[in-house]
T-cell receptor, first 114, second 116 residues
Framework: DAGITQSPRYKITETGRQVTLMCHQT?????MFWYRQDLGHGLRLIYY???????DKGEVPDGYVVSRSKTENFPLTLESATRSQTSVYFC?????????????FGNGTRLTVT | AQSVTQLGSHVSVSEGALVLLRCNYS??????LFWYVQYPNQGLQLLLK??????LVKGINGFEAEFKKSETSFHLTKPSAHMSDAAEYFC??????????????FGKGTHLIIQP
C-alpha cells in the first residue's frame, strides 16, 4: 500500500548508544521532514529535506543526523542517545513543501532512552 | 519567526455541543494556516488549511475555521460534537514567510474531550 512507514514503532535504548529511526514513503514526494513530539511542546522540526542529497536543520537539530540518498528514504540517527531525546518521532512527507501541499505523517516511533 | 498559540491544552464539551478550539498566530507577513488532528497512536492528518481567498475554510468531518486578520486568529469550530471527534488538535503556520520547504511550526496542541 502507498503511504509513509516508520520503523520501528517502539524502541528502547541506553544512553550513549547510536540508534537509527527509519522512514520510507511510496509517493515519491520531494520533501520529507522529521519532527519530535513532547508533552507541552507540541511538534518541533528536527531536520527536513527538499530532495535527495539536500537536507537542512530545523528548530532542534542538535544530537541528530539525517541522510537522504534516495527520494523514498529519510533515516534519522541519534549518534549518542541521551535521556532528553526520549520522545515520539514523526516522519512526514509533502509533494511540494511549505504551504502548497499538506504534510502526510507516519504513525510515529516512540523512543525511550534509559 | 512565525508562531501559533493555542489557548487551552484541554477542552471538554458534551456530545452534540459546539466545539471551539482557539488559535492565534504571530506573523509579520500574511500567513498560511492549518489545522491537523491526531488520533491516539497515529500520526497527524490535515483537517483544513487557509492559504488565500475565502476567509471561512471548510474541512473534513464537519470542521471549519475562520481566518480573522484583525484578531490574528484562526479558530476551529464544529457545530455539533461527536464522540469520534475526541483527539488532539494542532494549529500550524508555515515557517518560511516565502512558503518554502521549511515545514510547518505547530502549536502545542489542544486535547478535545467529548463527554456523553
Amino acid at each position: 500500500d502507498a503511504g509513509i512507514t516508520q520503523s520501528p514503532r517502539y524502541k528502547i535504548t541506553e544512553t550513549g548508544r547510536q540508534v537509527t529511526l527509519m522512514c520510507h514513503q511510496t509517493w515519491s514526494h520531494s520533501y520529507m521532514f522529521w519532527y519530535r513530539q513532547d508533552l507541552g511542546h507540541g511538534l518541533r522540526l528536527i531536520y527536513y529535506s527538499a530532495a535527495a542529497d539536500i537536507t537542512d536543520k530545523g528548530e532542534v537539530p542538535d544530537g541528530y543526523v539525517v541522510s537522504r540518498s534516495k527520494t523514498e528514504n529519510f533515516p534519522l540517527t541519534l549518534e549518542s542517545a541521551t535521556r532528553s531525546q526520549t520522545s515520539v518521532y514523526f516522519c512526514a512527507s509533502s509533494e511540494q513543501g511549505g504551504y502548497n501541499s499538506p504534510l502526510h505523517f507516519g504513525n510515529g516511533t516512540r523512543l525511550t532512552v534509559t | 519567526a512565525q508562531s501559533v498559540t493555542q489557548l487551552g491544552s484541554h477542552v471538554s464539551v458534551s456530545e452534540g455541543a459546539l466545539v471551539l478550539l482557539r488559535c492565534n498566530y504571530s506573523s509579520s507577513v500574511p500567513p498560511y494556516l492549518f489545522w491537523y488532528v491526531q488520533y491516539p497512536n497515529q500520526g497527524l492528518q490535515l483537517l483544513l488549511k487557509y492559504t488565500t481567498g475565502a476567509t471561512l475554510v471548510k474541512g473534513i468531518n464537519g470542521f471549519e475555521a475562520e481566518f480573522k486578520k484583525s484578531e490574528t486568529s484562526f479558530h476551529l469550530t464544529k457545530p455539533s460534537a461527536h464522540m469520534s471527534d475526541a483527539a488532539e488538535y494542532f494549529c500550524a503556520v508555515n515557517q518560511d514567510s516565502g512558503g518554502g520547504a521549511d515545514g510547518l511550526t505547530f502549536g502545542k496542541g489542544t486535547h478535545l474531550i467529548i463527554q456523553p
